[in-house]
């Protein structure tokens, strides 16, 4: 799922973001309540007619955003206490209200509000977050109000496996339509996301759909999809855009680099998108070195793209039954980066 934080996937159309082969967008409850306000997105029909995009929504409970604001909030068994970045407001956020946003806004799958425990904040932190995220679940369960949307849990329980067994435990004891893996991604080394991941995918539901949050690099998503997990958000692809790289068999590159200058060819030739059908690596590069904004369109729609094909030909290789061989050098173990 690309991620639209403000109802818009950064540099790119709906259209444009429909011919990568995109088939579901992610937005932001935190930050659509602050601006422009749940009011108005419902006003404006709901964030589909809001934003232009007729595909399938989710929106995450703003958990994850809050939660990174350390010096800015206070937790409590009852919610989320914090200021406004963008004016001072005080804002309390409580699993009612953070259901309360989603329904207004109108995605069709919306995630449970939970605690997000920071990377090495150590075991008794994990686990009162754990049993807050569990409680606070319930809760949201009871305050969901529509039954066209479908309300996802979080698993969480940090790097302990143990607690990771146990929230899994308790979340699909209440038989929810999906769970997410969150948690990851917040700090971790690649191998312990790895490790994570590899343990709890396997506990949820094979017959519910299994969400790992914020995770977007190729041998992450095709060690997870071996785990069990069905689908994935991350922001690599446009943040990278923004910094001038493209994604190319997995790798990145950066189109400013002086090898490029004089490079006629596509970004990828195997790559049908309107950026490698129309565009050579030197004319990104000057866009890059010119500082035009049609650089970070033409990146962005090529790393969709790239990020779309790679699960597509994961999904048809499942289908074929060779994922495991045509995938092999990509579902590797994850290894310790050397110290």
């Known amino acids: ?33 602050l601006q422009p306000g749940e009011d108005l997105v419902q006003a404006a029909g709901g964030l589909h007619k809001f934003m232009g995009w007729n595909g399938p929504m989710l929106t995450d409970s703003g958990g994850f955003q809050v939660f990174s604001l350390s010096e800015m909030r206070s937790i409590s068994d009852e919610g989320v206490t914090f200021r406004s970045p963008r004016d001072g407001n005080v804002i309390n956020l409580t699993p009612e209200r953070s259901i309360q946003i989603q329904n207004a806004i109108g995605a069709d799958v919306i995630m449970a509000f939970d605690e997000c425990a920071p990377s090495g904040c150590g075991r008794e932190i994990t686990e009162k977050a754990l049993v807050r995220t569990t409680e606070w679940l319930k809760r949201c369960i009871s305050a969901h109000g529509r039954s066209d949307q479908a309300l996802f849990g979080i698993v969480q329980g940090g790097e302990f496996l143990d607690l990771r067994s146990e929230s899994a435990r308790q979340l699909v004891a209440l038989d929810l339509p999906g769970y997410a893996i969150g948690g990851v991604s917040v700090g971790e080394a690649p191998e312990v996301i790895d490790q994570v991941v590899q343990h709890t995918a396997p506990l949820l539901p094979a017959d519910k759909i299994r969400y790992l949050m914020g995770v977007g690099t190729h041998r992450e998503m095709a060690r997870a999809i071996a785990a069990g997990i069905d689908v994935f958000d991350c922001v690599i692809p446009t943040r990278l855009a923004r910094h001038g790289n493209a994604i190319v068999n997995g790798d990145r590159w950066n189109l400013k680099n002086a090898r490029f200058r004089e490079d006629f060819t596509p970004l990828d030739p195997t790559c049908d998108c309107y950026t490698c ?61 050397p110290i």
């Not at 540099?11 to 429909?18: A, G, H, I, S």
């Not at 650089?295 to 999904?315: D, G």
């Open 277 to 337: 059908q129309n565009f050579s690596r030197a004319y990104i590069g000057h866009l890059l070195r010119s500082q035009e904004l049609l650089a970070y369109t033409l990146l962005s729609i090529h790393n969709i793209t790239a990020l779309v094909r790679f699960t597509q030909e994961i999904r048809r290789s499942i289908l074929a039954g060779t994922f495991a061989t045509e995938f092999a050098d990509w579902i590797k173990p994850v290894e310790a980066e």
């Open 1 to 33: 799922m690309p991620v639209g934080t403000l109802a818009n996937v950064k540099t790119v159309t709906p259209d444009q973001l429909k011919a990568t082969g995109a088939q579901m967008v992610l937005s932001n409850t935190y930050h659509l309540h």
